[in-house]
C-alpha cells in the first residue's frame, strides 16, 4: 500500500508565499519523478511542476520564476515553494508520484488526496 500525503495551502493573500509538502509513504521500492498539479474549477488538471530522482525540474509557463519545486529523496517528500501568488492560482493542487512499488515490476502514477489553495484578499 501506497499513500500520498499532502500539507500546507489554504486561504492566502495576492502576493503570498505558502510551502506544499507530500509526503510518500508504504511499501515503495523506487521513486522516479514526483510532481505538482493543480486543478481549477471548470478545467482540466494541469502540470504545475515536476521534479526527477536526479533533481531535473520542469514547470509550467504560469508559474516559471515563482514556484520553485523541490524533493528530499531521503524522506520521500516534494515540496513546493509558491511565491508571488495571484488570485488565478487558486486551485486544488495535487501531488503525483511515478514509483515502483516493493515486489512490483511495473511503474505506477499515484496521487494524493489534493490540497486547496485559495488566492484571495
Same mark, same amino acid.
Given at each position: 500500500q501506497v499513500q500520498l500525503v499532502e500539507s500546507g495551502g489554504g486561504l492566502?493573500?495576492?502576493?503570498?508565499?505558502? !510551502?506544499?509538502?507530500?509526503a510518500a509513504s508504504g511499501s515503495i521500492f523506487t521513486i522516479y +519523478?514526483?510532481?505538482?498539479? $493543480?486543478?481549477?474549477?471548470?478545467k482540466q488538471r494541469e502540470l504545475v511542476a515536476d521534479i526527477t530522482n536526479s533533481g531535473i525540474t520542469n514547470y509550467a509557463?504560469?508559474?516559471?520564476? !515563482?514556484? +520553485?519545486?523541490? $524533493?528530499?529523496?531521503v524522506k520521500n517528500t516534494v515540496y513546493l515553494q509558491m511565491n508571488s501568488l495571484k488570485p488565478e492560482d487558486t486551485a486544488v493542487y495535487f501531488c503525483n508520484a511515478q514509483l515502483r512499488p516493493r515486489g512490483a515490476n511495473n511503474i505506477f502514477h499515484y496521487w494524493g488526496q489534493g490540497t486547496q489553495v485559495t488566492v484571495s484578499s
Open positions: 492566502v493573500q495576492p502576493g503570498g508565499s505558502p !510551502r506544499l509538502s507530500c +519523478t514526483m510532481g505538482w498539479y $493543480r486543478q481549477a474549477p471548470g509557463d504560469s508559474v516559471k520564476g !515563482r514556484f +520553485t519545486i523541490s $524533493r528530499d529523496n
